[in-house]
């Protein structure tokens, strides 16, 4: 075996022209003839569109055309498709690309301007005069069910976009038998995405040569060639999809948007490449993000703190469209019951419109708003029966004697949900030392001595990862030596080139700067699904690995007639295959390739075909669960409600990792993403759907400044699964994070009872708290 | 979101009311409000300007007296205008009802507002909705009463020199010296506004 | 018709003459009108940091600054920090080493301000370098592999 | 998000500047461009005419007369930083201008941009508060004077005319050794205040002999805590009395907005009036 790279701290590849500005993002990307869109958006959350005046717009210097749907063929003036139908579905409202003869949403496209320049077509937006009729919009989920409430659509009788449930185990027996019963309503609003490069397509169409070719800044360009294929209705094989760099996806770039189907159609049209990039307004807007969940949640216990039993409703903002089926809600109720055996759940979700952005999954989708609610109810039991919230944890984890372990809920393909291997109690222990949990609270008593309050929350998790079906490798050893790797995934960050150089490398015998490493592009590989739900390492990992495999032993094989030498004494090493024990014996994986296809009129060697190369689709029998526990110390100031967080700590089990050094920066990022949702990110529309929330002195990421340190450490049990033993690692920082910063603000303030029903946390709320709780103890 | 403002008129009743119906009387009253046609029996196209701080805007669209109960002496008005420069729109029902008070008579206005577009999404500035429109009404009602007691047509917009007024309504903005006052760029610092319904700027809760 | 002047700026050492449309940004024109893609555009309206170039040396917005505000001045770019033969600077290795990049779209951003720090501040605490990055929004790392970056960076010019 | 067109007017003088203010209608000044470049972006401020100040000779500077300071109006907030004049005689400033946006904006934002722009959250307008700074305004007719009392006219109107412009303020200096803080309370470093406070003391003996407060964020612009600066003159310079002044502030007008409530930024109020002159005490070392 040559050089071992899985498992080491390798630098990106990716890096050397990105730290010097080389990177390719979309917006780099200059074509000639290229024309520039801008859309207008409607400013109304709910309205009828009496007529569009565009002719002001069009007669401006530099405007080439302006669209509206009515400018497009009959054929292509239809809503754009249901990419997740699901039977729960009640009312299938996908948007039309352009709007038709309603807008749903503040930001739903009205019109495309293409011009010269982007400055241009922005100008030429003020000039569009949209004759809208008000109707009356839908914001709040609490109160959108309601009899009379307004309806996001005007065609339909109700808000309710579906009802789906999760219910497994005996629930009435769970609480017919329970010691206890208590239950908690809390709200959880999570923000958006926020990569720091918007939105962007270019589109160029080229009928007589190579069909369309579409750039776009996305997590799954084989999703969209489908879609757009599918929507046009022309073959797969005439539309090409691009990711090139991509700055950050985080969840809403793994859909598919009315740009690009209206982008691709307005280059046809003019004959022209035309871009769109999306500015940050728009991205507040116009890209889908999370918004409110609402759970009530009722939990059955002993007197002991055993839980037995889970049940409650869920309402679920979907907001005005329907682009990924239901896929948040459904990632939301399966993680139910989390890191703990309980028996029995029965979790019912109402999914409803709103008239707001559509709503997507963002880092973690579902799953955090789900572990978040397990762990309420945790720290619930703990509160009300005075057992530590690590101990009730402790009698609840689902025990390593227990795995696999089926919780009774089922994956989105059908399959049930089966916990693959873990010792979560001991990752808990993990945790808890490296956060030095035992000496909490002498530091808690210290500070408290100068008036200043400390606290400490735990939160459990578990994430299924690597969902199916598959995301192929192609390998493929050239002339020169050098070995062309190629898979549909698409990075947007991630370290996809160094994970996938690594095994290949380590696999083939050749170094990790010999790889030429390709993805995300339609036109160069046949097939892929896209990056999101932690599942790239888990699926690409295995096929780039039995891909290399299948190289190698083929490498062997023609090396073996080659060098005459039996194959169990060769090995390659350095892009070299020597026999053992004859140095002088060698030849290189380039001759290999060369001698398998050869000059004209020369035979391809016998038993072999004339490439060295192999693809592969093997990926993971099944999702691996990821696990993880967390531990937050806060300190809150009560004289302004601020919270700071002053130490994290992450014990986290992801299985065998390729890379820890980008494992290490995925945990650490997603940890952040989830102190920024815990703490900071809201999303706010008034009651007539205009969002206020839309630049980034509002809208508050979180800073380098206000966020601390993280510090991690991992166990790795391999998976089970897969030929790597991996597990994704892309999510398991951002799931547990908010659940373990409110438990320990409301730890921090226990003397003023401060139990927390929403977050973000913001400081006047909790100062409303902290006065509510003072005023309480002074009577 | 929803307004409540009031004035008095010193007028009786019966004069106020046939006043307050004479659009093309008081709408130069109005701060920074221009009617430039009569479109229809009661509808009426015009301009309004406002000045919210740095951002100076211009809405141009229509208003309509849609119901009008001369017995309970109620009317109601719906406007809507856009800015000029694409910035957003402004939406509104403004119901006015009159009764007598003291010999003069007391004006209540009800408000339905809705605005759009970026000059509704601020959240930052939001919450000075409310104290814009108090400080309108005001300057509405001073103008008025000159009007009435002058019997005569007051320069276009009146002379008030109102900026944007911010101001809670028992600190007016026009507190400011007048001497300190600068001059006033009509066009654009002046604040004139047509009806109630288009002083939107800035947002409201 | 479009108001334009005519401007030189010196960009990485080299002067360039251009006519700009007087209300193109500087990081508009570097992107557009010079072809120099490595300034990242990620906000517009100054928060976000992405776009942030070195004028005169000194750290700068360059959406909140107009291209013909430019002229006469000198410009540093990411595509100006490493040396001409390509050997980069203590920054942008240490970025490397110490996973200071994801997507690498706040990149730019990061290196311009944090080489505009440096030079000011060679021996920064992490409190420090954590301010003087709390305008340079990144949503990958998290921050940490861009602050031991930085710490790392300071380390090593001073030990030059 | 790009600007709207406009015609760029590049002055070299103060006249020039002003003649140019009163030949264009609808002209805006560009001074160090960090709040007006956004809204041109944003499209929220479309302007004909933008005249830039930044080749406009004489107005940057800082110049100490004894008793007191006068700053150009394009002075940068990192040259108040760096200046040792302002270090010596008006620590505050360089303390609060650390809570201004970030150091990439402080290199090009100035103080009298920030002056005009008014936002009420910003720092500069309430340090010119607490000194009771004097601004000097030109126009086509001469220079007038405006005391900072009288410079917001309204939410982020400030006392000056479409052709006028603010060439530079006055800070009068306090008696040396004088005690100053600032505190604010923004949820990120480098945001815009929810509520910020400057607090000057000058104490002898361990009691306050002058006091002034200011509060930034709370109303649509800077107040002074006139009510609670009378009260703490001849008061101890201790914790106690500054909780009393922190909750005179507690009272204090307040706006809401879609994030924050009056009641919080009064409540916050209190806090960074509380902070602030605990600062200052300590600075002006007032024995507790």
């Given at each position: 075996?040559?050089?071992?790279?899985?498992?080491a701290?390798?630098?990106?590849?990716?890096?050397?022209?990105?730290?010097?500005?080389?990177?390719?993002?979309?917006?780099?990307?200059?074509?000639?003839g290229m024309?520039?869109?801008?859309?207008?958006?409607?400013?109304?959350?709910?309205?009828?569109?009496?007529?569009?005046?565009?002719?002001?717009?069009?007669?401006?210097?530099?405007?080439?055309?302006?669209?509206?749907?009515?400018?497009?063929?009959?054929?292509?003036?239809?809503?754009?498709?249901?990419?997740?139908?699901?039977p729960?579905?009640?009312?299938?409202?996908?948007?039309?690309?352009?709007?038709?003869?309603?807008?749903?949403?503040?930001?739903?496209?009205?019109?495309?301007?293409?011009?010269?320049?982007?400055a241009?077509?922005?100008?030429?937006?003020?000039l569009?005069?949209?004759?809208?009729?008000?109707l009356?919009?839908?914001?709040n989920?609490?109160?959108a069910?309601?009899?009379?409430?307004?309806?996001?659509?005007?065609?339909?009788?109700?808000?309710?976009?579906?009802?789906?449930?999760?219910?497994?185990?005996?629930?009435?027996?769970?609480?017919a038998?329970?010691?206890?019963?208590?239950?908690?309503?809390?709200?959880?609003?999570?923000?958006?995405?926020?990569?720091?490069?918007?939105?962007?397509?270019?589109?160029?169409?080229?009928p007589?040569?190579?069909?369309?070719?579409?750039?776009?800044?996305?997590q799954?360009?084989?999703?969209?060639?489908?879609?757009?294929?599918?929507?046009?209705?022309?073959?797969?094989?005439?539309?090409?999809?691009?990711?090139?760099?991509?700055?950050?996806?985080?969840?809403?770039?793994?859909?598919?948007?009315?740009?690009e189907?209206?982008?691709?159609?307005?280059?046809?049209?003019?004959?022209?490449?035309?871009?769109?990039?999306?500015?940050?307004?728009?991205h507040?807007?116009?890209?889908?993000?999370?918004?409110?969940?609402?759970?009530?949640?009722?939990?059955?216990?002993t007197?002991?703190?055993?839980?037995?039993?889970?049940?409650?409703?869920?309402?679920?903002?979907?907001?005005?469209?329907i682009p990924?089926?239901?896929?948040?809600?459904?990632?939301?109720?399966?993680?139910?019951?989390?890191?703990?055996?309980?028996?029995?759940?029965?979790?019912?979700?109402?999914?409803?419109?709103?008239?707001?952005?559509?709503?997507?999954?963002?880092?973690?989708?579902?799953?955090?708003?789900?572990?978040?609610?397990?762990?309420?109810?945790?720290?619930?039991?703990?509160?009300e029966?005075?057992?530590p919230?690590?101990?009730?944890?402790?009698?609840?984890?689902?025990?390593?004697d227990?795995?696999?372990?089926?919780?009774?809920?089922?994956?989105?393909?059908?399959?049930?949900?089966?916990?693959?291997?873990g010792?979560?109690?001991?990752?808990?222990?993990?945790?808890?030392?490296?956060?030095?949990?035992?000496?909490?609270?002498?530091?808690?008593?210290?500070?408290?001595?100068?008036?200043?309050?400390?606290?400490?929350?735990?939160?459990?998790?578990?994430?299924?990862?690597?969902?199916g079906?598959?995301?192929?490798?192609?390998?493929?050893?050239?002339?020169?030596?050098?070995?062309?790797?190629?898979?549909?995934?698409?990075?947007?960050?991630?370290?996809?080139?160094?994970?996938?150089?690594?095994?290949?490398?380590?696999?083939?015998?050749?170094?990790?700067?010999?790889?030429?490493?390709?993805?995300?592009?339609?036109?160069?590989?046949?097939?892929?699904?896209?990056t999101?739900?932690?599942?790239?390492?888990?699926?690409?990992?295995?096929?780039?690995?039995?891909?290399?495999?299948?190289?190698?032993?083929?490498?062997?094989?023609?090396?073996?007639e080659?060098?005459?030498?039996?194959?169990?004494?060769?090995?390659?090493e350095?892009?070299?295959?020597?026999?053992?024990?004859?140095?002088?014996?060698?030849?290189?994986l380039?001759e290999?390739?060369?001698?398998?296809?050869?000059?004209?009129?020369?035979?391809?060697?016998?038993?072999?075909?004339?490439?060295?190369?192999?693809?592969?689709?093997?990926?993971?029998?099944?999702?691996?669960?990821?696990?993880?526990?967390?531990?937050?110390?806060?300190?809150?100031?009560?004289?302004?409600?601020?919270?700071?967080?002053?130490?994290?700590?992450?014990?986290?089990?992801?299985?065998?990792?390729?890379?820890?050094?980008?494992?290490?920066?995925?945990i650490?990022?997603?940890?952040?993403?989830?102190?920024?949702?815990?703490?900071?990110?809201?999303?706010?529309?008034?009651?007539?759907?205009?969002?206020?929330?839309?630049?980034?002195?509002?809208?508050?990421?979180?800073?380098?400044s206000?966020?601390?340190?993280?510090?991690?450490?991992h166990?790795?049990?391999?998976?089970?699964?897969?030929?790597?033993?991996?597990?994704?690692?892309?999510?398991?920082?951002?799931i547990?994070?908010?659940?373990?910063?409110?438990?320990?603000?409301?730890?921090?303030?226990?003397?003023?009872?401060?139990?927390i029903?929403?977050?973000?946390?913001?400081?006047?709320?909790?100062?409303?708290?902290?006065?509510?709780?003072?005023?309480?103890a002074?009577? | 979101?929803?307004?409540?403002?009031?004035?008095?008129?010193?007028?009786?009743?019966?004069?106020?009311?046939?006043?307050?119906?004479?659009?093309?009387r008081?709408?130069?009253?109005?701060?920074?409000?221009?009617?430039?046609?009569?479109?229809g029996?009661?509808?009426?196209?015009?301009?309004?300007?406002?000045?919210?701080?740095?951002?100076?805007l211009?809405?141009?669209?229509?208003?309509?007296?849609?119901?009008?109960?001369?017995?309970?002496r109620?009317?109601?008005?719906?406007?809507?205008?856009?800015?000029?420069?694409?910035?957003?729109?402004?939406?509104?029902?403004?119901?006015?009802?009159?009764?007598?008070?003291?010999?003069a008579?007391?004006?209540?206005?009800?408000?339905?507002?809705?605005?759009?577009?970026?000059?509704?999404?601020?959240?930052?500035?939001?919450?000075?909705?409310?104290?814009?429109?108090?400080?309108?009404?005001?300057?509405?009602?001073?103008?008025?009463?000159?009007?009435?007691?002058?019997?005569?047509?007051?320069?276009?917009g009146?002379?008030?020199?109102?900026?944007a007024?911010?101001?809670?309504?028992?600190?007016?903005?026009?507190?400011?010296?007048?001497?300190?006052?600068?001059?006033?760029?009509?066009s654009?610092?002046?604040?004139?506004?047509?009806?109630?319904?288009?002083?939107?700027?800035?947002?409201?809760? | 018709?479009?108001?334009?002047r005519?401007?030189?700026?010196?960009v990485?050492?080299?002067?360039?003459?251009?006519?700009?449309e007087?209300?193109?940004?500087?990081?508009?024109f570097?992107r557009?009108?010079?072809?120099m893609?490595?300034?990242?555009?990620?906000?517009?309206?100054?928060?976000?940091?992405?776009?942030?170039?070195?004028?005169?040396?000194?750290?700068?917005?360059?959406?909140l600054?107009?291209?013909?505000?430019a002229?006469g001045?000198?410009?540093?770019?990411?595509?100006?920090?490493?040396?001409?033969?390509?050997?980069?600077?203590?920054?942008?290795?240490?970025?490397?080493?110490?996973?200071?990049l994801?997507?690498?779209?706040?990149?730019?951003?990061?290196?311009?301000?944090?080489?505009?720090?440096?030079?000011?501040?060679?021996?920064?605490?992490?409190?420090?370098?954590?301010?003087?990055?709390?305008g340079?929004?990144?949503?990958?790392?998290?921050?940490?592999?861009?602050?031991?970056?930085?710490?790392?960076?300071?380390?090593?010019?001073r030990?030059? | 998000?790009?600007?709207?067109?406009?015609?760029?007017?590049?002055?070299?003088?103060?006249?020039?500047?002003?003649?140019?203010?009163?030949?264009?209608?609808?002209?805006?000044?560009?001074?160090?461009?960090?709040?007006?470049?956004?809204?041109?972006?944003?499209?929220?401020?479309?302007?004909?005419?933008?005249?830039?100040?930044?080749?406009?000779?004489?107005?940057?500077?800082?110049?100490?007369?004894?008793?007191?300071?006068?700053?150009?109006?394009?002075?940068r907030?990192?040259?108040?930083?760096?200046?040792?004049?302002?270090?010596?005689?008006?620590?505050?400033?360089?303390e609060?201008?650390?809570?201004?946006?970030?150091?990439?904006?402080?290199?090009?934002?100035?103080?009298?941009?920030?002056?005009?722009?008014?936002?009420?959250?910003?720092?500069?307008?309430?340090?010119?508060a607490?000194?009771?700074?004097?601004?000097?305004?030109?126009?086509?007719?001469?220079?007038?004077?405006?005391?900072?009392?009288?410079?917001?006219l309204?939410?982020?109107?400030?006392?000056?005319?479409?052709?006028?412009?603010?060439?530079?303020?006055?800070v009068?200096?306090?008696?040396?050794?004088?005690?100053?803080?600032?505190?604010?309370?923004?949820?990120?470093?480098?945001?815009?205040?929810?509520?910020?406070?400057?607090?000057?003391?000058?104490?002898?003996?361990?009691?306050?002999?002058?006091?002034?407060?200011?509060?930034?964020?709370?109303?649509?612009?800077?107040?002074?805590?006139?009510?609670?600066?009378?009260?703490?003159?001849?008061?101890?310079?201790?914790?106690?009395?500054?909780?009393?002044?922190?909750?005179?502030?507690?009272?204090?007008?307040?706006?809401?907005?879609?994030?924050?409530?009056?009641?919080?930024?009064?409540?916050?109020?209190?806090?960074?009036?509380?902070?602030?002159?605990?600062?200052?005490?300590?600075?002006?070392?007032?024995?507790?």
């Amino acid at each position: 075996m040559g050089v071992r790279y899985i498992g080491a701290e390798v630098q990106r590849m990716e890096d050397p022209r990105l730290i010097t500005g080389h990177g390719r993002y979309v917006d780099d990307i200059t074509m000639q003839g290229m024309l520039h869109a801008a859309f207008l958006r409607a400013s109304q959350a709910h309205a009828k569109i009496r007529s569009i005046d565009t002719s002001r717009a069009a007669a401006l210097p530099g405007v080439h055309r302006v669209f509206t749907l009515a400018d497009f063929a009959p054929e292509y003036q239809k809503p754009m498709n249901q990419l997740y139908p699901a039977p729960v579905i009640e009312q299938n409202k996908t948007q039309y690309p352009l709007a038709k003869d309603e807008v749903c949403y503040v930001g739903e496209a009205v019109a495309v301007v293409v011009a010269d320049s982007r400055a241009i077509a922005e100008d030429a937006l003020a000039l569009i005069d949209v004759d809208y009729e008000t109707l009356p919009a839908v914001v709040n989920i609490m109160t959108a069910l309601e009899d009379g409430a307004p309806l996001a659509h005007a065609d339909t009788s109700s808000n309710l976009m579906g009802r789906m449930r999760s219910k497994f185990g005996d629930i009435d027996d769970a609480f017919a038998k329970a010691d206890h019963v208590f239950s908690a309503d809390f709200m959880q609003h999570r923000g958006g995405c926020h990569s720091m490069e918007t939105r962007g397509v270019i589109a160029r169409d080229d009928p007589w040569g190579e069909g369309l070719s579409l750039w776009t800044s996305a997590q799954s360009p084989y999703l969209i060639r489908r879609a757009l294929a599918t929507w046009l209705g022309e073959p797969e094989e005439r539309v090409r999809v691009v990711a090139p760099d991509v700055g950050g996806g985080f969840g809403p770039k793994a859909g598919f948007y009315p740009e690009e189907i209206v982008i691709p159609l307005v280059a046809r049209a003019l004959g022209r490449p035309v871009k769109w990039i999306e500015d940050r307004r728009e991205h507040f807007v116009a890209t889908t993000t999370q918004r409110d969940q609402h759970w009530h949640l009722e939990v059955a216990c002993t007197s002991e703190g055993k839980m037995l039993g889970l049940r409650g409703t869920v309402t679920h903002e979907n907001g005005a469209y329907i682009p990924y089926g239901i896929l948040l809600p459904n990632s939301s109720l399966m993680p139910l019951p989390g890191a703990y055996s309980i028996p029995a759940v029965d979790v019912g979700v109402d999914i409803v419109f709103t008239n707001t952005v559509p709503n997507s999954p963002v880092r973690g989708a579902g799953r955090p708003c789900g572990i978040y609610a397990v762990e309420r109810m945790v720290q619930t039991v703990s509160r009300e029966l005075g057992i530590p919230p690590e101990e009730v944890r402790r009698r609840n984890y689902v025990r390593p004697d227990q795995m696999p372990y089926k919780t009774g809920a089922t994956l989105r393909g059908g399959a049930p949900l089966v916990y693959d291997s873990g010792d979560y109690e001991a990752l808990l222990d993990k945790a808890l030392d490296l956060a030095d949990f035992a000496a909490f609270k002498e530091r808690q008593a210290a500070a408290r001595k100068e008036g200043r309050y400390l606290g400490i929350g735990i939160s459990s998790c578990i994430e299924d990862t690597g969902m199916g079906p598959y995301e192929g490798t192609t390998v493929r050893v050239e002339s020169s030596g050098k070995v062309a790797v190629r898979t549909g995934a698409a990075s947007q960050g991630q370290g996809h080139h160094t994970m996938i150089a690594m095994i290949v490398a380590e696999n083939l015998g050749v170094s990790p700067e010999d790889i030429l490493f390709e993805s995300a592009d339609t036109g160069k590989f046949p097939h892929g699904v896209g990056t999101i739900g932690s599942r790239v390492a888990a699926n690409v990992g295995p096929s780039a690995f039995d891909a290399s495999t299948k190289v190698r032993e083929k490498a062997l094989r023609l090396a073996a007639e080659v060098l005459e030498a039996s194959e169990a004494d060769l090995d390659i090493e350095n892009g070299v295959v020597r026999v053992n024990g004859a140095p002088d014996l060698s030849v290189t994986l380039g001759e290999l390739a060369v001698k398998l296809s050869p000059a004209s009129a020369l035979r391809v060697p016998e038993g072999f075909d004339p490439l060295l190369e192999a693809t592969s689709y093997d990926g993971s029998s099944g999702s691996p669960i990821a696990c993880g526990s967390n531990v937050a110390e806060v300190e809150v100031d009560p004289g302004t409600g601020e919270v700071r967080v002053l130490r994290y700590s992450v014990a986290h089990d992801c299985g065998v990792m390729i890379n820890p050094m980008i494992v290490h920066g995925q945990i650490v990022g997603g940890v952040i993403h989830g102190i920024g949702n815990a703490l900071f990110e809201r999303m706010i529309y008034d009651d007539q759907g205009q969002p206020l929330t839309t630049n980034y002195g509002e809208y508050l990421l979180p800073l380098a400044s206000e966020m601390p340190r993280v510090d991690v450490t991992h166990m790795e049990t391999p998976s089970p699964l897969n030929s790597l033993g991996v597990k994704g690692a892309g999510e398991g920082g951002t799931i547990p994070a908010a659940p373990a910063v409110v438990a320990a603000i409301e730890n921090a303030l226990e003397e003023f009872n401060v139990v927390i029903d929403y977050y973000p946390v913001d400081p006047q709320y909790l100062c409303e708290l902290i006065d509510k709780g003072a005023a309480q103890a002074a009577e | 979101m929803q307004l409540n403002n009031s004035f008095t008129v010193p007028a009786d009743p019966a004069t106020a009311w046939n006043i307050l119906l004479d659009v093309p009387r008081i709408a130069p009253c109005m701060p920074g409000a221009e009617l430039t046609e009569v479109v229809g029996d009661r509808a009426y196209k015009g301009n309004a300007k406002l000045r919210v701080g740095p951002v100076s805007l211009t809405f141009s669209g229509e208003a309509e007296i849609t119901e009008i109960d001369e017995a309970a002496r109620t009317a109601k008005v719906r406007a809507r205008g856009n800015d000029t420069k694409g910035r957003g729109g402004a939406e509104a029902e403004v119901v006015f009802k009159l009764s007598e008070d003291g010999g003069a008579s007391r004006v209540d206005i009800t408000t339905e507002l809705n605005l759009s577009g970026s000059v509704a999404q601020y959240g930052r500035a939001s919450g000075l909705v409310d104290a814009i429109a108090g400080q309108i009404i005001s300057d509405f009602a001073k103008n008025l009463e000159a009007e009435i007691g002058a019997d005569a047509t007051p320069a276009a917009g009146g002379d008030a020199d109102t900026l944007a007024a911010t101001e809670s309504a028992s600190e007016p903005a026009a507190a400011a010296p007048k001497q300190d006052a600068p001059k006033s760029d009509n066009s654009i610092s002046g604040i004139r506004l047509f009806f109630r319904a288009l002083w939107a700027m800035i947002r409201g809760k | 018709m479009a108001d334009t002047r005519d401007i030189e700026v010196t960009v990485n050492g080299q002067r360039h003459s251009a006519t700009v449309e007087t209300r193109t940004s500087l990081g508009d024109f570097l992107r557009q009108g010079l072809g120099m893609t490595g300034t990242h555009m990620g906000c517009e309206h100054g928060v976000c940091g992405a776009c942030t170039v070195l004028l005169d040396g000194e750290a700068v917005r360059s959406c909140l600054m107009l291209a013909v505000q430019a002229n006469g001045h000198e410009v540093t770019t990411i595509e100006g920090l490493a040396d001409a033969d390509g050997t980069l600077s203590p920054l942008q290795k240490a970025f490397w080493e110490n996973y200071g990049l994801q997507c690498g779209f706040c990149t730019p951003g990061m290196l311009t301000s944090l080489t505009a720090f440096l030079k000011e501040n060679p021996d920064p605490s992490e409190r420090e370098v954590r301010e003087a990055i709390s305008g340079n929004i990144c949503r990958c790392t998290g921050y940490q592999g861009i602050v031991d970056a930085a710490l790392s960076a300071a380390k090593t010019m001073r030990e030059v | 998000m790009k600007s709207a067109p406009f015609t760029y007017h590049d002055p070299g003088t103060v006249d020039e500047a002003i003649a140019l203010l009163g030949q264009h209608e609808d002209a805006k000044l560009l001074a160090g461009g960090q709040s007006l470049m956004p809204m041109l972006n944003m499209r929220f401020v479309v302007p004909d005419h933008v005249v830039d100040l930044n080749g406009v000779a004489g107005l940057a500077g800082i110049t100490d007369t004894g008793d007191a300071l006068e700053i150009g109006a394009m002075t940068r907030q990192r040259d108040l930083m760096r200046d040792a004049a302002v270090g010596a005689k008006a620590p505050i400033i360089p303390e609060a201008l650390e809570f201004v946006g970030h150091f990439q904006t402080r290199n090009r934002g100035t103080i009298g941009g920030s002056l005009c722009h008014l936002d009420p959250a910003a720092e500069q307008p309430c340090l010119m508060a607490v000194y009771d700074a004097v601004l000097t305004v030109q126009g086509p007719d001469g220079t007038r004077e405006v005391p900072f009392a009288e410079w917001p006219l309204a939410y982020m109107i400030p006392s000056i005319g479409p052709d006028e412009l603010l060439t530079k303020v006055r800070v009068p200096n306090w008696a040396a050794g004088h005690g100053y803080g600032f505190a604010e309370f923004a949820r990120r470093h480098g945001d815009f205040a929810i509520v910020s406070a400057a607090a000057l003391l000058e104490v002898s003996g361990g009691t306050i002999s002058r006091a002034a407060i200011a509060i930034g964020g709370a109303d649509v612009r800077p107040i002074r805590l006139e009510e609670a600066e009378a009260a703490l003159v001849g008061q101890a310079a201790n914790a106690e009395s500054f909780k009393a002044a922190g909750e005179m502030a507690r009272k204090i007008d307040a706006i809401s907005d879609a994030y924050v409530s009056s009641a919080y930024r009064q409540r916050l109020a209190a806090t960074m009036v509380e902070r602030a002159l605990a600062k200052a005490g300590s600075r002006a070392g007032g024995s507790a």
